[in-house]
């Protein structure tokens, strides 16, 4: 995940810091260390941070991010937009807090890199910010809503919010939260493969005090987490292909003396990290050398893993399609006709002699002809003497 700003993250002051924080919440460590992101070790969100002219390059890079935040960012150039639409065209998420004047301008200026059909859910309507405003509705039937039931619902639609930059819904875009007067505080759209969503109002502290409740963080974790359907992920190498891996915050400025790669034997392998080229400015990713073992490989820091990656075969040398031709080859192979076993075959090798019955039969039926007679002749006795 990525967070564009212009504004301090480690300035209690700026909306940046709370955003950082609630984005990436077991990492506030990273972002005060000043290393330029965080890894969350529990909530498993790796956040980086830029400022809007390095936005493009962000997006450019071997692994983008699955969502874009853009908070207290101000003017973004015209060639970062352009970079901002394809990624969501490609299936990024982006969530942009229109808190300026400033960010009103590029909302619009991105609409005009975008599709004819527009990119932002919202227009700003350049009337001048409302001081404040508290929600009307909600759509909590939305899967970004649908988490706020009870106490958290009720706690959401009784915050005031402030510098509220008038919008009107516009397109395929569709207002989830809405103010009294019909202008939205959140608001929606799919945009190609991508989704972006907008927060029209500032989030500093000297604005409002949703951001210090209970229900902010939920709020934002949730919108990014529906935001983004998927930015393809980079396929997982081959025997003999490089591998790039991307590198836990905190060892990421040390990644070339921390770290060893250990093999799918779990043995640790003679590579030399120190020679490893960094792919990124900041150490997120490292570059490892072709690797030719199948399985997983981990990257490790003493005993603790920051980093791995999965060498799998090719699908046209996998030895599955072996395993599987041999499996099905009994159901799908001719079935060839054999010769019918002998009167000797069978279970103990039974004596092979053949003994007709039909002598018995015609005794059997002799006998039953004969005990048939003698009891009519008995019938017969009776009827001409019944003193018998």
């Not at 990492?27 to 002219?53: F, H, K």
């Not at 005031?160 to 202008?183: E, H, K, M, N, W």
Request: with cysteine; hydrophobic share 45%.
């Amino acid at each position: 995940m990525l967070l564009v700003t212009r504004a301090d993250v480690n300035d209690p002051q700026t909306a940046a810091f709370f955003l950082a924080r609630a984005l990436a919440p077991d990492a506030p460590q990273d972002l005060a260390a000043g290393s330029g992101g965080g890894a969350g070790r529990l909530s498993g969100v790796q956040l980086g941070i830029a400022s809007p002219e390095q936005l493009g390059d962000s997006l450019s890079g071997g692994m983008a991010p699955a969502d874009v935040v853009l908070c207290e960012a101000g003017n973004v150039p015209a060639a970062e937009l352009g970079d901002l639409a394809h990624y969501l065209d490609a299936g990024g998420g982006v969530l942009w807090v229109i808190d300026s004047a400033a960010a009103a301008r590029a909302i619009q200026d991105l609409d005009h890199q975008g599709p004819p059909g527009g990119v932002s859910p919202v227009r700003p309507s350049g009337l001048a910010a409302m001081d404040q405003g508290q929600l009307a509705t909600g759509i909590f039937t939305d899967p970004i809503l649908s988490v706020f039931e009870g106490p958290a619902r009720a706690e959401l639609l009784r915050a005031t919010f402030g510098a509220i930059q008038p919008c009107t819904t516009v397109g395929a875009g569709r207002s989830l939260l809405t103010f009294a007067d019909g202008s939205p505080l959140l608001a929606a759209r799919w945009v190609g493969k991508g989704r972006m969503a907008v927060w029209c109002s500032d989030l500093s502290p000297a604005t409002t005090q949703f951001i210090k409740g209970p229900a902010f963080a939920p709020l934002m974790q949730q919108i990014v987490r529906e935001l983004a359907p998927g930015v393809p992920l980079p396929a997982n190498p081959h025997p003999g292909q490089a591998a790039r891996v991307p590198v836990a915050g905190p060892y990421r400025k040390a990644a070339g003396t921390a770290l060893h790669l250990v093999g799918p034997d779990g043995q640790a392998l003679r590579t030399d990290l120190g020679a490893v080229s960094q792919s990124a400015a900041d150490g997120s990713q490292i570059m490892l050398a072709a690797l030719q073992e199948v399985g997983p490989y981990r990257l490790m820091a003493g005993n603790e893993l920051v980093g791995g990656v999965q060498v799998e075969l090719d699908p046209l040398e996998s030895d599955l399609r072996v395993e599987a031709a041999a499996v099905q080859a009994p159901t799908t192979a001719p079935v060839q006709a054999k010769p019918a076993a002998g009167p000797a075959a069978g279970v103990g090798e039974l004596d092979a002699r053949r003994i007709e019955l039909w002598p018995y039969l015609v005794a059997l039926g002799m006998g039953l002809l004969i005990v048939e007679q003698v009891v009519l002749l008995v019938g017969e006795r009776r009827k001409a003497d019944p003193k018998t």
